[in-house]
Every structure is written in structure tokens, then in C-alpha cells.
């Protein structure tokens, strides 16, 4: 009965305030732009997920200045708590310059990679896309004779560059887009207009992820 007793008269513990932040803000390439969070919590935490920006918060904590020199989306993510809880973090992202709309496999890839929390996801990105740059000039190589052949030497280059655990589920987006573009027999030949076909794809896909920040 003591144990219940003490829960009795033990103060209810509120959950962590809750944090707010604009879920997009237009910003001019090396221009200042200020970011306010919006909570009742004593202390904010902030992050910027990109190398190429900058990002200084005031020493109140809720407000923040951002600056990037290069045209871009930019997110940023802020945290606050009470209580020894975290709350879930609040997200912005500032858009810099004219940045032409994206196609809804880009915006898809844009989710996965938001959601990836790796520290270095930002440089694994950037290795993928190198690899498809790469694929571009595999898939004329005549030595490359089939569609098998041709997969092979994505899967052998992708174990090179990135580690198995990387990036998984935009790597599973990104197989779904190769099986539904390219030819899924492997003893196909490849002829003029599927070497042309897969530079294409590769293009766009090393388009997609460089655009990633």
C-alpha cells in the first residue's frame, strides 16, 4: 500500500512543451533570413543538416539566423524540453533562390533523405550520385553485352562505394525505379535504344540526388 500511497502524492508529470517552427521560408542566395520558434519550453536546441550554410541561433535560443550562398533547400530541425523529455522536432525548410519544382520521384527521394538521421548522409548522397554519374559511361561500354551484366556492375559499384546499411530505404526506391525502367531479363541484349534508355535514367537519377541536402 506505501508505494501507492507515494504515487498518490507524487506530482503528475507534464509532457514536453510543444515547438513550432515555418514549414518553409524563402530566402535570396547570401542574404540574412531570421527563423523564429514558436514554444513555451525555456531552451531550443537547433540543427542544420547541410555543410554549405550557416546557421547562428540568438542567445535567447527561439530565434535564429540563416544564410546560404548557393541556391538550394536547406532543412532545418529545433528541439526544445521540460521535465528531462524531448519534444519531437519541429522543421523548417528555407528555400534559396529559384529552385525549379521537382518531379514526384525527386520529392520522394527528398522524403526518404529527410527521414535518414545518419550523420553522414549528406556525403553518402553525394557517393550514390557519383555512382550513377558513373553508370552513365558503363552502360556504352560494349563489353557490358546484357541487361545482367549491366546490373551487376551497379551492384558491384554500389558495394564499393557505400556500406550495406546506407541509405537503405532510398536505395530500395531508387531499385524499384531501375526494375521499372530498365530491361528485367538479364540475358536481354542491349541494344541502341536501352543503352540510351539506361544513360538517361542514370542522368536523372544522379540529377535527383545531387539535388539533395
Not at 16 to 26: M, R, W
Not at 120 to 129: D, G, I, P, Y
Not at 141 to 167: C, F, I, N, W, Y
Not at 178 to 192: F, G, I
Request: hydrophobic residues 50%; aromatic residues 6%.
Amino acid at each position: 500500500m506505501f508505494p501507492l500511497l507515494l504515487l498518490a502524492f507524487a506530482p503528475a508529470l507534464e509532457p514536453p512543451p510543444a515547438i513550432k517552427l515555418p514549414a518553409e521560408v524563402k530566402a535570396s542566395p547570401g542574404r540574412l533570413v531570421q527563423l523564429k520558434a514558436e514554444t513555451a519550453g525555456a531552451v531550443v536546441k537547433w540543427s542544420l543538416t547541410s555543410d554549405d550554410a550557416d546557421l547562428v541561433p540568438f542567445p535567447d535560443g527561439k530565434l535564429a539566423v540563416f544564410a546560404a550562398a548557393k541556391p538550394g533547400r536547406y532543412l532545418i530541425l529545433a528541439w526544445t524540453a521540460a521535465n528531462n523529455e524531448p519534444s519531437d522536432a519541429a522543421r523548417c525548410v528555407v528555400v534559396v533562390g529559384d529552385v525549379k519544382p521537382v518531379d514526384a520521384f525527386t520529392a520522394e527521394l527528398r522524403k526518404l533523405y529527410d527521414a535518414d538521421t545518419s550523420a553522414e548522409k549528406a556525403a553518402r548522397v553525394q557517393q550514390l550520385a557519383a555512382l550513377y554519374r558513373e553508370a552513365i559511361a558503363t552502360a556504352d561500354k560494349p563489353e557490358v553485352r546484357t541487361a545482367g551484366q549491366l546490373a551487376d556492375r551497379l551492384k558491384a559499384a554500389a558495394a564499393l562505394a557505400l556500406p550495406s546499411d546506407a541509405l537503405v530505404p532510398l536505395r530500395k526506391r531508387i531499385a524499384e525505379e531501375l526494375v521499372h525502367n530498365l530491361p528485367t531479363d538479364s540475358e536481354k541484349v542491349l541494344d541502341a535504344k536501352d543503352r540510351k534508355d539506361a544513360a538517361q535514367l542514370f542522368d536523372r537519377l544522379a540529377t535527383s540526388l545531387e539535388g539533395l541536402k
